[in-house]
T-cell receptor, first 113, second 110 residues
């Protein structure tokens, strides 16, 4: 089954404790992206990647890091999480670029106290 | 400053009638637009898209209209079904960046 898998689905943690949200896709897609969803703001793009070792900033990259060492994986790293990063996060992928429909994971709800 | 706005937070429609969801954007450089649907506890799923060189795209019950001069697009769902009840996001693209609106909650009453 074609899917984008995010882990964990839920996480409550404390300010400053580094965390990583993993994202993996099994569709051999080149394009992957991270979004955060906040009430009244919709989805905002954090980072995206066109292919292995190619990443670029979206609209809200501050406080986040990403890496793309393998085609299937695109982890989101919060080096020093802060309460304003409490949000619902989605990873997505598409065959080549954002012009094409993206497949989304089911989301990761992060609460940072 | 939101570049993509969905000014109606919610919309309620009777089953079988037309649902019209609206989206306005400010950047005339956006060259493609997409609509996604989202159910609770799930990720968004792609619905329909349109390139800036077109003014209409149709897929079954779903039609998207683009008015570039007004910087406005709309999604028409005809006929509406209870299973269409969800949050609908419009998104505008430039290069490989996507900007989403805040979403509209659609409720289709049976």
């Amino acid at each position: 089954e074609a899917q984008v898998t995010q882990n964990p689905r839920y996480l409550i943690t404390v300010t400053g404790k580094k965390l990583t949200v993993t994202c993996s896709q099994n569709m051999n897609h080149e394009y992957m992206s991270w979004y955060r969803q906040d009430p009244g703001l919709g989805l905002r793009q954090i980072y995206y990647s066109m292919n292995v070792e190619v990443t670029d900033k979206g609209d809200v990259p501050e406080g986040y890091k990403v890496s793309r060492k393998e085609k299937r994986n695109f982890p989101l790293i919060l080096e020093s999480p802060s309460p304003n990063q409490t949000s619902l996060y989605f990873c997505a992928s598409s065959p080549r670029d954002s012009y094409e429909p993206q497949h989304f994971g089911d989301g990761t709800r992060l609460s940072i106290l | 400053d939101q570049q993509v706005k969905q000014n109606s937070p919610s919309l309620s429609v009777q089953e079988g009638r037309i649902s019209i969801l609206n989206c306005d954007y400010t950047n005339s450089m956006f060259d493609y637009f997409l609509w996604y649907k989202k159910y609770p506890a799930e990720g968004p799923t792609f619905l329909i898209s349109i390139s800036s060189i077109k003014d209409k795209n149709e897929d079954g019950r779903f039609t998207v209209f683009l008015n570039k001069s007004a910087k406005h697009l709309s999604l028409h769902i005809v006929p509406s079904q209870p299973g269409d009840s969800a949050v609908y996001f419009c998104a505008a693209g430039l290069g490989n960046k996507l900007v989403f609106g805040a979403g509209t909650i659609l409720r289709v009453k049976s």
